[in-house]
Every structure is written in C-alpha cells, then in structure tokens.
C-alpha cells in the first residue's frame, strides 16, 4: 500500500505540474504579444517620451473596471505611464531585475499573471539614430482566476481518485490476501493434527490449489519419512526386547529351578554357567545396540585418520584366528599394493571384524575364506568371500534389517543377534562408502565392502 501510494503520489504531482506548465506557457506567450505590441506604440526622443495609444488599442485597459493592467516604467521604478484600469494601484516591482521575467501575483485580491518585459529604446534625435538606448519595462498582466480555478479543481480531483485507488486495492488486497491464506491454513489444519497416533494422515494435494501443491507435496513426503521412521524405531524397539527376553528368561528360569532344592556342585556350576552364557548374550546385544545408536548419520563422533587397509584387515584377521581355527578354516590375505583410507580406525576394526565373523560363522568345516582389496572408481573395495552356506536371493536385501538372521534356528550361536551388518552398513555409510553382497546357496558369499 506505501509503495502504491507512493507512485500514485509520484504520478499525481508529475500530472499536476505538466498541466501547470502547459496553462502558463499559454498565458506567457499571450502576455509577451501583448507586451510587444504595447511596446510598438512608445517612441522617445531626447526630450520626451510619446505614447500613440490610440482608444481602439487601449479599450480593454481604460475601464476602471477591466482586469487588464499595465505599466511602463524605466529600470529604476518610476513610471513613465500606465493604464487607466490600474486607477490608484501600482504593479508590483522589483528593481534591479534586467531580463523579461513572468510572475504570478496579486492586485487588489485578483490573481494576475504578470510579464516584466525588457525593451532597449533607441532614441531618436533629428531623424538621425545615434545609437543611445533607452531601458524601458512594460508591465503587463492578465487575470488567472480562471485558470487557479481549473488547476484547483483538477488538484482535488487528482487526490480523491489517488484515495479512491488507495481504498479500492485496500480492500482487493485484504480479499485476495484472505482467500490466498484460506488453503494454507486448512494445510496448517492437517498438519496440527497429525500426530504420532495418526502419522498416516497425509494432505489432499488435489484440493490444493496449484500453487501451494509442491508444499504440499513436500509437507506429505516429510509425514512419509517420518512415519517410516517412526515405524521403524517402534519395531527397533519390539524386536530389541524380544531378543532380550529369550537370554533373561534363561537367566530367570535356571535359578529358579536350581534355588528350589538342595543340589550338587556340579549342578550349581552348571546352572552358573549358563546364566553366564545367557548374560553374555545380553552383554553382546546391549554392547551392540548401544555401538548402533551411536552411529548416527553425522560423522563428529568419527575420529578420522589416515588408515593402511592392509593394517586394519591383518588386525581383524588375528583376532578371529582362534574362531576360524576351531572349525579348521584357512584364511588367505592379498593385498597388492598399499591403500590408505581416511577413516575411524575403531569403526573400521568393527566393520571388517563382523563381515569376517559372519564369514567363518556361515562357513563350512574346512571351509576358506580370500580377502582381497583392489581400487576402482575413486573407491577401495575389499572382497570377503567365503564358502559357506550362502545366502538365498529373498534374504540377501534383508540381511542388512536390524535383527534379521536367515534362519533363526541355526544361528543360535551365543552372540549372533542380527545387528552386524547392520552395524556394517551404518559405518560404511559414515565413510561415504556401501557394501554389496553377492551369495549363492550351498557354494558360499562374497561380501564387498566400498570406502571412499
Ligand atoms: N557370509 C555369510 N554367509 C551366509 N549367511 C550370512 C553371511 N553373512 C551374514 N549372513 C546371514 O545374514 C544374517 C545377518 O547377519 P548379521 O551379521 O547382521 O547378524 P548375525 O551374524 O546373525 O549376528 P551378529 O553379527 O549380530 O552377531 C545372519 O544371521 C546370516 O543368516
Ligand atoms: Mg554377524
């Protein structure tokens, strides 16, 4: 509104003006004949100034009563000769102006157009020029009565049309604004009411009107990524206590039974034991969740470095020795040359460790197990591949799911919980990186693991 009352305003003056100045170019011009023409009919000589004012010129100045004025005077002021209309009244004068000049003022309360026109005389002495001059200036008005009058009415006018404007788009806008507003706030409607209970809830981008449709669209795929999550952390959270209660309920039911009678040594240890073996499950797991919480998608928890690949897999390989050994499970390490990677060295132990576990875990007695590490596209890749009992092509996309084990009944190794890979997969991610399995049932898996 400021900035349209601003322009209007700006428009209404520059009209205002233009109108002005073609109403007094007008009475200027008029005004400047008629000074000339007066100026004609004065001749002077050395002895006396003549006037050949003739009644037929003078009419319109003789009346007392006309609105016509003139006056001649010499530079300094005083009047060589003047109209009857003026009777007693003088023109306003200024000495010491030497350039015709137009002014608007005022005569007994009249408004009057005024020209101050300059003429150089010459005298005439003897029929002869001599080239003296005389300075002489014809006053001559004209009432612009009229005229103010025009300029007045079209100054009101000029500003009512302008408040006119100002109220009409006043209220267009107010319309408009609110029935722009209308659809966002029925979006702000839908978006206040869904909540965790209703996350399904989406906005009807069809009723939307054009405009607010991306918003819409991208208000309902935030509710989508919000509900997938939300659904994820819920069964996160059931499977994490499904998986625990199997180990407690070991915990709970072997020393009850055991505390309900008197029994030997052997058959306390042996409860002891497992208890022990069910805690320790309960330790993995926790141990586990929590290093997967921690992996979150940002990377400050990350200490990175610079890091020999060649250092890393030598180091998970020795600690899994005496797992791989006890199936009798040869190992081969080849790494061609020296890669380094820019990496969380604790992570990275993690990572090769768990792929290397599962490795000798699904691995057959006698089984072997090639790591090799080679680049390609701005990528170090390291194979693990195995002849184990492979991966059937439905689990191989689900592997990576939180607690998801092929087959539940074999994997009931003491620790086997389901969330390795999955851990895998969040650090390679954290790296810039991806792992890729490929796996055939019954011949074995090659897991692939990709770091920037
Ligand atoms: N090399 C492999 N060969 C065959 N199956 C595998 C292999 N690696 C993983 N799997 C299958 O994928 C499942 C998920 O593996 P993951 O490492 O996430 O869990 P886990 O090994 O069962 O438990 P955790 O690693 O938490 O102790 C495993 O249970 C197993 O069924
Ligand atoms: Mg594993």
């Known amino acids: 509104m400021i900035v349209l009352f601003a322009a209007l305003s700006v428009l209404g003056l520059f009209l205002y003006f233009s109108l002005g100045n073609i109403v007094y170019n007008s009475i200027d011009s008029s005004l400047l004949s008629r000074a000339k023409a007066l100026a004609t009919l004065v001749s002077e000589d050395d002895s006396e100034m003549e006037f050949d004012f003739s009644d037929e010129v003078m009419w319109e100045y003789s009346s007392p009563k006309s609105r016509s004025f003139f006056q001649i005077r010499r530079p300094d002021g005083t009047t060589i000769e003047k109209s009857a209309s003026l ?8 000495a010491g102006e030497n350039q015709t000049n ?15 026109f300059h003429i150089l005389k010459e005298i005439e002495k003897d029929d002869k020029a001599t080239g003296r001059y005389h300075r002489l200036i014809i006053q001559c008005t004209e009432d612009i009565s009229a005229q103010l009058k025009v300029m007045k009415t079209y100054r009101i006018v000029l500003s009512f049309s302008i408040f006119a404007v100002m109220i009409i788009s006043a209220f267009g806008g107010f319309l408009i604004a609110r029935k722009a507003l209308i659809p966002i706030k029925e979006i702000s409607k839908t978006v206040d009411s869904i909540s965790e209970s209703n996350l399904s809830e989406r906005i009807t981008v ?38 625990l209660r199997t180990p407690l309920s070991v915990v709970l039911s072997e020393s009850e039974v055991t505390l309900r009678k008197d029994r030997s040594l052997q058959e306390y240890k042996d409860a002891l034991t497992a208890v022990i073996n069910a805690a320790k499950i309960m330790s993995g797991m926790v141990q586990k969740l929590l290093f997967l919480a921690r992996l979150t998608t940002d990377k400050s928890g990350l200490n990175m470095k610079n890091i020999d690949i060649d250092e890393i897999i030598h180091e998970s390989v020795r600690m899994l020795t005496p797992l791989a050994d006890q199936k009798s499970i040869s190992m081969n390490i080849s790494i061609p040359d020296r890669f380094v990677i820019r990496g969380d060295r604790a992570a990275l132990l993690e990572l090769f460790v768990n792929i290397i576990d599962n490795a000798i875990k699904y691995n057959v007695p006698l ?13 170090i890749i390291t194979k693990i591949k195995d002849t184990g009992i492979g991966i059937a092509g439905k689990d191989l996309d689900r ?32 790296h810039g990186g991806r792992i890729e399995i490929k796996s055939k049932v019954g011949e074995g898996t090659t897991v692939s693991v990709y770091l920037k």
């Open 87 to 94: 009777t007693n009244s003088e023109l306003p004068f200024l």
């Open 102 to 116: 137009y002014k608007n003022v005022f005569l007994n309360g009249i408004p009057l157009r005024l020209v101050n």
């Open 206 to 243: 069809e009723e939307v009107p054009e405009e607010l449709r991306i918003l819409a669209s991208s208000f309902n795929r935030t509710f989508d990524s919000l509900e997938r999550s939300f659904k994820r952390q819920k069964q996160f959270a059931a499977d994490a206590s499904h998986e």
């Open 367 to 379: 089984g072997k197990i090639d790591i090799s590490v080679k680049k390609e596209k701005g990528f």
């Open 399 to 430: 592997v990576f799911d939180r607690f998801y084990r092929v087959d539940r009944s074999r994997s009931r190794e003491p620790g086997s919980v389901g969330l390795g890979l999955s851990i895998c997969e969040g650090i390679a991610k954290l």
